[in-house]
């Protein structure tokens, strides 16, 4: 780094070092656990599942009988990201 001072490169490594430290400490206090996208997020509407499936509008509406869906009133249907995954992957 030309122009840096001593000092100014002994402040990043401290700084740098510092950082390495409180993310070792914050594994130790913490697990580190991959989250659930449909815990986090919930159900998915229709048209946000076409999207995730990368389906324009009137072709998922076809295939939706055949997908997993949860009814969440008699005429409204909710998707799982992970539902939608496994089934992808099956067919």
């Known amino acids: 780094m030309p122009g840096s001072s001593l000092e100014e490169l002994l402040a990043e ?3 740098r070092e510092a950082a390495r430290i409180a993310e070792e400490l914050m594994r130790e206090m913490f697990d580190v656990t991959e989250f659930d996208p449909d815990e986090v997020f919930g159900f998915m509407s ?7 499936l990368g389906l324009p509008y009137s072709s998922f ?31």
């Open 13 to 15: 490594r401290i700084a």
């Open 46 to 52: 229709s048209e946000e599942a076409a999207e995730f």
């Open 61 to 91: 509406r076809e295939i939706a009988p055949n997908l997993p869906r949860h009814a969440i009133t008699p005429a409204r249907f909710g998707y799982l990201r992970r539902e939608l995954l496994a089934w992808g992957k099956d067919s």
